[in-house]
């Protein structure tokens, strides 16, 4: 009898096993499909991805900008730029679901005379299998920032390739003061120019602007923007090419790294000989980046 009770029980205890839920991807056209997986758990991986763009737009309040035109700052000052640059640092992007998908930490080296940058490679198809564009959920929320982070703001340029972003520029984009590499860092923004300080209508020899952001205490807060993806495959992306790619864009707003500064009365900085304006530059900053529209 105790033979027999012994024998129904583990009959059942292995239906029950074999009527278990078994989690997995269940779609045949993803690399990881599991074909005894009998739930979808959102675990599908596909191998359909292209190249990544970003797209960016420059801007000085509502007109292209471009070096060696003229503007005018918030207090009436006629100006010209010289030289624009600053770091973009792209962390996180998170899907419809707010889930990072690529945590990939990359630097780019902005100027206004360029206007495509690599970002990677990216895939329409989500986890459960759905098409973004089909769907329309192809918006995801990207995280930039200006400047440098703590730990690479103090590597070595020399340890780069000359490619790459952090490796030496010229004009420098670095202060490498001592040996000691914490005394090291990147130059977060650089904006140089002429200025009529004396407003007389002209730029006379002296009459310069120039402000060299650096430090881990002046990089800038983090930005979180919706960004839409564009799918070029049968489209012109921004430099006019036909591209087998996907691209997000951003509006650059160069205006808003001088917003509210008095660049007649306030026209150097190299950090730490002007904390005040240095920090309404870093301030500045965390604006300069926006959805394109």
Not at 72 to 92: E, H, Q, V
Not at 162 to 175: A, E, I, K, R, V
Not at 232 to 238: C, I, K, L, M
Request: glycine content about 6%; aromatic content about 14%.
């Amino acid at each position: 009898m105790i033979l027999k009770k012994t024998f129904i029980a583990t009959i059942a205890f292995a239906l029950l096993i074999t009527s278990c839920d078994r989690p997995g991807c269940k779609d045949p056209l993803a690399s990881n499909y599991h074909p005894k997986a009998n739930l979808s758990d959102g675990s599908c991986e596909y191998d359909n991805s292209k190249p990544l763009f970003l797209e960016t737009y420059h801007l000085f309040k509502t007109n292209d900008f471009n070096l060696d035109s003229t503007y005018l700052d918030d207090f009436g000052t006629l100006i010209k730029f010289s030289r624009a640059n600053f770091y973009l640092g792209k962390n996180c992007f998170y899907n419809s679901e707010n889930i990072c998908f690529d945590d990939t930490l990359k630097y780019f080296l902005i100027q206004p005379n360029q206007h495509i940058y690599n970002l990677g490679f990216f895939s329409p198809i989500d986890r459960w299998g759905n098409d973004i564009f089909e769907a329309q959920i192809n918006t995801i929320d990207c995280e930039f920032q200006v400047g440098v982070d703590s730990i690479n703001n103090h590597l070595d340029p020399a340890l780069y390739l000359s490619n790459n972003p952090l490796s030496y520029q010229t004009p420098s984009m670095h202060w490498q003061m001592g040996s000691n590499s914490i005394d090291w860092s990147y130059l977060f923004v650089v904006i140089e120019g002429v200025a009529d300080l004396n407003s007389n209508g002209i730029f006379d020899p002296g009459e310069i602007f120039v402000y060299h952001l650096g430090g881990d205490a002046f990089i800038s807060a983090m930005n979180n923007i919706s960004c839409r993806i564009y799918d070029n495959t049968n489209g012109v992306n921004f430099n006019g090419n036909l591209t087998d790619s996907y691209s997000i864009k951003l509006n650059l707003k160069w205006d808003e790294i001088i917003n509210d500064i008095d660049i007649k009365n306030n026209n150097f900085t190299h950090t730490s000989d002007n904390i005040p304006l240095a920090t309404k530059i870093s301030d500045n900053s965390n604006n300069i980046i926006s959805k394109y529209f």
